[in-house]
């Protein structure tokens, strides 16, 4: 089985959707990697910030930062050997280096349809970084507006769904019981603002 190691510099996460905007390098990083795992090769992350001993105990990358610091970061290491520093590989890079086959990236779906999806998944888990760039992206694909507001509407009815069920529940429970919710109290049941 092929292994791909990569020694990221020290960061909250390896997905790039964490923080106030998107690194859609990180993003497509972690998709790639993502999909590797799914073609059957061993994929292994280590971060800085988060297991450093992995970075001591791998005598090359070890080596390399003593040398070069952090900035030689990230690292690629594919079955044993540093093929990359500096920046992630790119998917043609992963491609060549694990065979073609083991590193294809190919998709059943279409590059518009993911967009698609991606812009649906941002209006639903309300980020407007992720929002910003899938629809950027999106445009340089061709997507048409139309086909853009149909996937936010969709993921607007899936997201709001839930909202309505519990607003049915609350109500169920409620109704005709006296609440918190009613009359001047705050949330907390008191008349002072801002107990909670």
Same mark, same amino acid.
């Given at each position: 089985?092929?292994?791909?190691?990569?020694?990221?510099?020290?960061?909250?996460?390896?997905?790039?959707?964490?923080?106030?905007?998107?690194?859609?390098?990180?993003?497509?990083?972690?998709?790639?990697?993502?999909?590797?795992?799914?073609?059957?090769?061993?994929?292994?992350?280590?971060? *800085? #910030?988060? @297991?450093? &001993?992995?970075?001591? =105990?791998?005598? %090359? +990358?070890?080596?390399?930062? /003593?040398?070069?610091?952090?900035?030689?970061?990230?690292?690629?290491?594919?079955?044993?050997?540093?093929?990359?520093?500096?920046?992630?590989?790119?998917?043609?890079?992963?491609?060549?280096?694990?065979?073609?086959?083991?590193?294809?990236?190919?998709?059943?779906?279409?590059?518009?349809?993911?967009?698609?999806?991606?812009?649906?998944?941002?209006?639903?888990?309300?980020?407007?970084?992720?929002?910003?760039?899938?629809?950027?992206?999106?445009?340089? *694909? #061709?997507? @048409?507006? &139309?086909?853009?507001? =149909?996937?936010? %509407? +969709?993921?607007?009815?899936? /997201?709001?769904?839930?909202?309505?069920?519990?607003?049915?529940?609350?109500?169920?429970?409620?109704?005709?019981?006296?609440?918190?919710?009613?009359?001047?109290?705050?949330?907390?049941?008191?008349?002072?603002?801002?107990?909670?």
């Amino acid at each position: 089985m092929k292994q791909v190691q990569v020694f990221d510099p020290a960061m909250c996460c390896s997905t790039g959707v964490c923080g106030p905007s998107v690194d859609p390098e990180l993003t497509r990083i972690a998709a790639a990697l993502e999909q590797l795992k799914k073609n059957g090769v061993e994929v292994i992350r280590h971060n *800085l #910030g988060q @297991s450093p &001993q992995a970075f001591a =105990e791998n005598a %090359e +990358v070890g080596k390399l930062l /003593k040398e070069k610091g952090p900035e030689v970061l990230p690292i690629t290491i594919v079955d044993g050997q540093v093929v990359k520093t500096g920046s992630y590989p790119t998917d043609a890079e992963l491609d060549s280096w694990l065979g073609g086959e083991a590193g294809s990236t190919d998709n059943f779906l279409s590059a518009q349809v993911r967009e698609l999806i991606a812009i649906g998944a941002a209006i639903a888990s309300n980020c407007e970084p992720c929002f910003r760039y899938h629809y950027d992206q999106a445009r340089k *694909l #061709g997507v @048409s507006k &139309q086909e853009m507001i =149909e996937a936010v %509407e +969709v993921a607007d009815a899936v /997201k709001r769904a839930p909202a309505r069920n519990i607003l049915t529940l609350a109500e169920r429970f409620l109704v005709g019981q006296p609440t918190a919710l009613q009359g001047n109290a705050g949330c907390c049941g008191s008349d002072e603002e801002g107990c909670c």
